[in-house]
């Protein structure tokens, strides 16, 4: 198992501004968005009123004892607060459903966009750090809709407004608050930003743990072979103890805003209590006013304390954006071509390799340099080298899994990168030595790639992989859930069904990156007699390690150095070839061939 890595690029803290990029997911639903949040706006504002009622109460029915007032003045108050219900009712209800439906959005372009970048790309990424950008990272941008963006931005205003209908009671008072507002503001930004650098290591570190979590799942079985638990425990809890220590630091953060925010606004209250009260000693106030500013200035408490709270939960979806956007940015580098050609009808299945060369990304020398190979319509070459010779490499190459560095690849005569990847992907099957399945029944595994095929096709392909007999023998056939990653079955029935998906649309091409490595002789034999039997003139590259393998071939192909050094039937390569015959000869042929 790979060691979990994070994202290739060093993090970076995210700007509010960058939240920018959000705004093509939630143009389709502004009009709810802005409704909500001007409902939202609107009950905050409400609520301001109270204050000022309060004020009108203290200066008229109580200073005067004029109570022929008051009840209108308490309705006054009621109806406030049951306007303030309604408009936070309908807040709730028009908010929910956009802010869903762009995360939905935005998870399913995220899952395309996965699945159009090339294999080198998921090389290079642990799969946990990208788990956490279509699951964390995605609930962290729609609690920004549902709630900390949209608050952010009522109560910013609410607390100007604040502000306003204090200037506007009394100007000595709103110069007092202010004069704590505005350092109160700077501090804020400040924690903000060494807020936001912590919750992008948190982010990244939490997908390092993921990984690790993903990896020792799957890995299971072995681990528990090897013994090797308590290596993968400490891995886990060092890399648990690193996000506690930064899920720590972002308390420490918070705590000391937090420390401001409570703080400071009680000082206000205090300021204006004394400035207040000798404002109605000296009777430049009246004690209605007083009353009106402090309860303003309790009012406002929610709005000034949550403004640090709601700064970093948007600096943790601004980081979480930047995440995502990580990824959506990275340009698929294999793509349907501008003018895309068709293949010739009926499709041969000539494969020609011309001058190909390929270096990995980053590596400082080519896997191939300069194959040349002709797989003629109809014939099985098996493809046979040294590991690392780069036997693999080559097969991808054919359906453009990776695309060559120099060179080309075509299928009867059409170069594969002027063909769109649909068309030649249908063309081209491939099957692969570490055989993939997915979590779901036995016809959904087979039929992955060319879904709606009736069953008929489906037990075709079965019985040509000889897989017919033991899917029959399942609970229940077709329709038997095979677990994650197909772990209720053994190697050979997993590589079987794979064998079984690459051939159930008849595939003029077959590309076999040695699937059968974990089948019997027999069984082995069966599935390459019944392979040439039902889909007669299949054009197959077998990347092959075993005699049995390669003995099933028309011709055989082997790759050193980067170039293909001898093209033959296999007895004929023993017999000519010193380095084929130490390859791939068994000690009999070898006793064979001194012979």
Do not use: C
């Given at each position: 198992?790979?060691?979990?890595?994070?994202?290739?690029?060093?993090?970076?803290?995210?700007?509010?501004?960058?939240?920018r990029r959000?705004?093509p997911y939630a143009?389709?639903?502004r009009?709810?968005?802005?409704v909500?949040?001007?409902?939202?706006?609107l009950?905050s504002?409400v609520?301001l009123?109270?204050?000022l009622?309060?004020?009108?109460?203290?200066?008229?029915?109580i200073a005067?004892g004029?109570?022929g007032s008051?009840?209108?003045?308490v309705l006054g108050?009621l109806?406030?607060g049951?306007v303030?219900?309604v408009?936070?009712?309908?807040?709730?209800?028009?908010?929910?459903?956009?802010a869903?439906?762009?995360?939905?959005?935005?998870r399913?372009?995220?899952?395309a966009?996965l699945?159009?970048?090339?294999?080198?790309f998921h090389?290079r990424?642990?799969?946990g750090q990208l788990?956490?950008?279509?699951t964390t990272?995605?609930t962290t941008?729609?609690?920004?809709?549902?709630f900390?963006?949209?608050f952010?931005?009522i109560?910013?205003?609410?607390l100007?407004?604040?502000?306003?209908?204090l200037?506007?009671l009394s100007?000595?008072?709103?110069?007092?608050v202010?004069?704590?507002?505005l350092?109160?503001a700077g501090?804020?930004l400040a924690?903000?930003?060494r807020?936001s650098t912590q919750?992008?290591?948190?982010?990244d570190?939490?997908?390092?743990?993921?990984?690790?979590?993903e990896?020792?799942a799957?890995g299971i079985?072995?681990?528990?072979?090897?013994?090797?638990s308590r290596?993968?425990?400490?891995?886990?809890l060092?890399?648990a103890?690193?996000?506690?220590?930064?899920?720590?630091a972002k308390v420490?953060?918070?705590?000391?805003?937090?420390?401001?925010?409570i703080?400071?606004?009680e000082?206000?209250?205090?300021?204006?209590?004394?400035?207040?009260?000798?404002?109605v000693?000296?009777?430049s106030?009246?004690?209605?006013?007083?009353?009106?500013?402090?309860?303003v200035l309790?009012y406002?408490?929610?709005p000034?304390?949550?403004?640090?709270?709601?700064?970093?939960?948007?600096s943790?979806?601004?980081?979480?954006n930047?995440?995502?956007?990580?990824?959506r940015?990275?340009p698929?580098?294999i793509?349907?071509p501008?003018?895309p050609?068709e293949l010739?009808t009926?499709v041969?299945?000539?494969?020609?390799l011309r001058?190909?060369?390929f270096?990995?990304e980053?590596a400082?020398?080519?896997?191939l340099?300069?194959?040349?190979?002709?797989?003629?319509p109809?014939?099985t070459?098996?493809?046979?080298?040294?590991?690392?010779s780069g036997?693999?490499?080559?097969?991808?190459?054919?359906?453009?899994?990776?695309d060559?560095?120099?060179?080309?690849?075509?299928v009867?005569?059409?170069?594969v990168?002027?063909?769109r990847l649909?068309?030649l992907r249908?063309a081209?099957?491939?099957?692969?030595?570490?055989?993939?399945l997915?979590s779901?029944?036995?016809?959904e595994n087979?039929?992955?790639?060319?879904?709606?095929l009736?069953d008929d096709a489906?037990?075709?392909a079965?019985?040509?992989a000889?897989a017919?007999g033991f899917?029959?023998g399942l609970?229940?056939?077709?329709?038997?859930?095979?677990?994650?990653?197909?772990?209720?079955?053994?190697g050979?029935q997993?590589q079987?069904?794979?064998?079984?998906r690459a051939?159930?649309?008849?595939?003029p091409?077959?590309?076999l990156?040695?699937?059968l490595?974990a089948?019997?002789v027999?069984t082995?034999?069966?599935?390459?007699?019944?392979l040439?039997?039902?889909?007669g003139?299949?054009?197959a590259l077998v990347?092959a390690h075993?005699?049995?393998t390669?003995?099933?071939?028309?011709r055989?192909?082997m790759?050193?150095?980067?170039?293909i050094?001898?093209?033959?039937?296999?007895?004929?390569?023993l017999a000519t070839?010193?380095?084929?015959r130490?390859?791939?000869s068994?000690?009999?042929?070898?006793?064979?061939?001194q012979a």
């Amino acid at each position: 198992m790979s060691a979990p890595t994070s994202d290739p690029d060093p993090p970076r803290r995210a700007t509010l501004g960058s939240l920018r990029r959000l705004a093509p997911y939630a143009a389709p639903h502004r009009v709810r968005l802005i409704v909500g949040g001007l409902a939202a706006l609107l009950a905050s504002l409400v609520g301001l009123g109270a204050p000022l009622l309060i004020g009108a109460v203290v200066d008229g029915p109580i200073a005067r004892g004029e109570l022929g007032s008051l009840p209108w003045l308490v309705l006054g108050v009621l109806a406030l607060g049951l306007v303030e219900a309604v408009l936070i009712t309908l807040r709730r209800l028009l908010v929910a459903h956009p802010a869903n439906a762009i995360e939905a959005a935005m998870r399913d372009d995220l899952f395309a966009h996965l699945q159009r970048l090339p294999v080198a790309f998921h090389d290079r990424w642990a799969s946990g750090q990208l788990l956490s950008r279509a699951t964390t990272d995605l609930t962290t941008i729609r609690w920004l809709f549902a709630f900390s963006g949209l608050f952010l931005v009522i109560n910013v205003i609410t607390l100007v407004v604040g502000i306003g209908v204090l200037a506007w009671l009394s100007p000595l008072l709103g110069a007092v608050v202010a004069a704590v507002g505005l350092p109160l503001a700077g501090l804020t930004l400040a924690l903000e930003r060494r807020y936001s650098t912590q919750a992008r290591t948190a982010q990244d570190r939490a997908g390092d743990l993921a990984t690790v979590v993903e990896e020792s799942a799957l890995g299971i079985r072995v681990l528990k072979a090897l013994g090797r638990s308590r290596e993968l425990i400490a891995r886990f809890l060092a890399d648990a103890r690193r996000l506690r220590g930064t899920e720590l630091a972002k308390v420490r953060i918070m705590a000391a805003l937090w420390l401001l925010l409570i703080t400071l606004p009680e000082l206000a209250i205090a300021a204006v209590v004394a400035v207040g009260t000798a404002g109605v000693a000296a009777g430049s106030l009246t004690l209605g006013t007083v009353v009106a500013a402090i309860t303003v200035l309790t009012y406002l408490i929610w709005p000034v304390a949550s403004i640090g709270w709601l700064l970093a939960e948007a600096s943790n979806a601004a980081t979480a954006n930047a995440r995502y956007w990580e990824v959506r940015d990275i340009p698929p580098s294999i793509v349907d071509p501008p003018h895309p050609r068709e293949l010739p009808t009926p499709v041969r299945g000539e494969v020609a390799l011309r001058g190909v060369r390929f270096a990995y990304e980053g590596a400082e020398h080519e896997v191939l340099r300069g194959v040349d190979l002709t797989i003629r319509p109809g014939e099985t070459m098996a493809l046979v080298g040294a590991t690392g010779s780069g036997k693999t490499t080559l097969t991808a190459l054919v359906a453009r899994l990776q695309d060559v560095t120099a060179g080309s690849v075509t299928v009867d005569g059409v170069d594969v990168r002027d063909l769109r990847l649909a068309g030649l992907r249908t063309a081209v099957a491939s099957a692969f030595e570490d055989p993939v399945l997915i979590s779901a029944s036995v016809r959904e595994n087979v039929t992955l790639g060319s879904p709606g095929l009736p069953d008929d096709a489906v037990w075709e392909a079965l019985r040509v992989a000889s897989a017919d007999g033991f899917v029959a023998g399942l609970p229940w056939g077709l329709d038997t859930r095979i677990g994650e990653q197909g772990m209720s079955l053994s190697g050979g029935q997993r590589q079987r069904l794979a064998l079984a998906r690459a051939v159930v649309g008849r595939p003029p091409v077959l590309v076999l990156d040695d699937p059968l490595s974990a089948l019997d002789v027999h069984t082995e034999a069966e599935v390459e007699a019944a392979l040439r039997r039902v889909l007669g003139g299949v054009t197959a590259l077998v990347a092959a390690h075993r005699p049995s393998t390669v003995q099933l071939a028309d011709r055989v192909a082997m790759l050193a150095g980067g170039r293909i050094v001898a093209v033959g039937t296999h007895h004929h390569l023993l017999a000519t070839e010193p380095a084929y015959r130490a390859l791939l000869s068994t000690p009999d042929e070898r006793t064979q061939v001194q012979a």
